[in-house]
């Protein structure tokens, strides 16, 4: 369901929060971010809301609300917190499989990526692709491109499957005119592409709830950063505890809290549960293909 | 009986000149006969519509509310509404210290939505970096009024606003 303009400007206000203090720690939940998002996301925001204050209706609602929910980063974990995806059960993305296909075009002023550009991001918006939980390739003429920089200073490029942020990188990376580009994303192998190595997918849980592990997964651990001294178990029913058995948390420690594990979901989507909590807990799942 | 005075002062998009005064006052008042509104700005000018010759524009008693074209621009305002019997003699009277930023928050959308078509636009050092001016000056307005009272840094507030959305081939 399409969020409603009430809604976008919630998420707007966290997440301008949230980059904001991961802009402060120094570390990043996924990729690279510019600097000045946190207060770009904040402006945005006031924008739409003064705009929504005055008139409710205003056809300008929709796309400054959809650009507004563009550049959230985190908006899931803001959604998660705002309780706008039934109280704690997060989907994660599912890789497209057969319905991904290669992008294959020459570099102009209107082509997905176009002349002069240094980055795109394939996550479903602005008309894009979403690439996703994939692996990427990418082939620059005709030359086939890697993640790591060039020890001879030659280009090379970026992918985050967390974020879908693909970037041309190395000097005079910027996509030229009449240039050919391959853009492969890849279901069965191939280059990571990830700058930050194993990503988990990472849930807010403040009270029981489920995580739906998607086909053709594993998870291999699962580690719990939690808020309060709860005791908290884990398994494939309601109230289940074969996957973990009663742990008590360790408050504000990820080490002693979770549990290594393979549970599969081979041939349908399984849902996790998650009992016990009564105070916000940040969860990660380490997922592997089967 | 008495009424428990109140008013309300709003505007509506598209239309940053207008003030709309709405009655919210409770009770009742058979003695009242109409009502004044008085407009001060931050430099203790009286504002009123063209054409009046008062230092106060009237309300009649029989309109719940009332829209008056006061604002050449956006300002930060002290309201009085008052309400009198026949003879003209103040019965209520209630003040209230405001800011009005429509036509700058007007601009300020306007901004956003070119923003949200053309992304590239927040690339350019000089349209964000004003347009992020524009938006605390906007802001420094509202809060100087509402954490402060402060009437005249909200003037001053909004006239930096003004100055940005009165020149945008050179900040935008």
Do not use: H
Request: hydrophobic share 35%.
């Amino acid at each position: 369901m399409p969020l409603t303009t009430s809604q976008q400007i919630s998420i707007g206000a966290l997440c301008s929060v949230y980059t904001s203090n991961e802009l402060a720690s120094g570390k990043r939940t996924g990729g690279v971010m510019d600097t000045g998002l946190p207060v770009q996301i904040y402006a945005v925001n006031q924008g739409l809301k003064w705009l929504y204050e005055y008139d409710p209706t205003n056809s300008d609602l929709v796309p400054i609300g959809n650009y507004l929910i563009s550049i959230c980063r985190q908006q899931f974990r803001a959604e998660s917190v705002l309780a706008l995806n039934n109280g704690g059960t997060v989907a994660p993305i599912v890789p497209g499989g057969s319905s991904v296909n290669d992008l294959d075009f020459i570099v102009s002023a209107t082509s997905i990526i176009e002349t002069g550009e240094s980055s795109i991001t394939f996550d479903g918006t602005n008309g894009n692709p979403d690439f996703r939980g994939l692996n990427v390739n990418f082939a620059r003429g005709a030359s086939v491109m890697y993640t790591t920089p060039d020890p001879d200073g030659g280009v090379y490029y970026g992918w985050n499957k967390v974020t879908g942020l693909f970037q041309l990188l190395g000097p005079s990376s910027a996509a030229g005119v009449g240039e050919r580009f391959r853009i492969m994303p890849d279901t069965t192998g191939g280059s990571s592409g990830s700058s930050t190595g194993f990503e988990p997918t990472t849930i807010l849980l403040s009270a029981d709830g489920t995580y739906t592990l998607p086909e053709g997964y594993l998870i291999w651990k699962i580690s719990i950063l939690p808020t309060a001294a709860d005791t908290v178990k884990i398994g494939t029913t309601v109230g289940g505890d074969d996957i973990m058995f009663d742990k008590l948390m360790t408050t504000g420690v990820y080490g002693t809290n979770g549990v290594t594990t393979d549970v599969y979901a081979e041939s349908a989507d399984k849902i996790i549960y998650f009992t016990g909590f009564t105070a916000q807990a940040t969860i990660n799942i380490y997922l592997l293909p089967i | 009986m008495a009424i428990v005075e109140n008013f309300t002062a709003s505007q509506n998009l598209g239309f940053p000149s207008q003030i709309i005064f709405t009655d919210t006052s409770t009770g009742s008042d058979a003695a009242i006969a109409s009502r004044r509104i008085t407009t001060v700005d931050s430099d203790g000018n009286y504002i009123v519509v063209d054409g009046t010759q008062t230092n106060y524009e009237v309300w009649p008693y029989a309109d719940a509310t009332i829209t008056l074209a006061l604002l050449p621009i956006d300002m930060s305002v002290y309201i009085t509404v008052q309400w009198l019997n026949s003879g003209g003699t103040v019965l209520y009277t209630k003040t209230i210290l405001t800011v009005f930023r429509l036509y700058s928050i007007t601009y300020y959308i306007y901004l956003i939505k070119s923003q949200s078509s053309n992304e590239k636009l927040k690339n350019n050092a000089n349209f964000y970096q004003n347009e992020i001016r524009l938006l605390c000056s906007l802001q420094e307005a509202y809060d100087s009024v509402y954490y402060a009272g402060d009437i005249k840094s909200a003037q001053a507030a909004l006239t930096r606003a003004k100055s940005l959305v009165d020149n945008p081939a050179n900040f935008f």
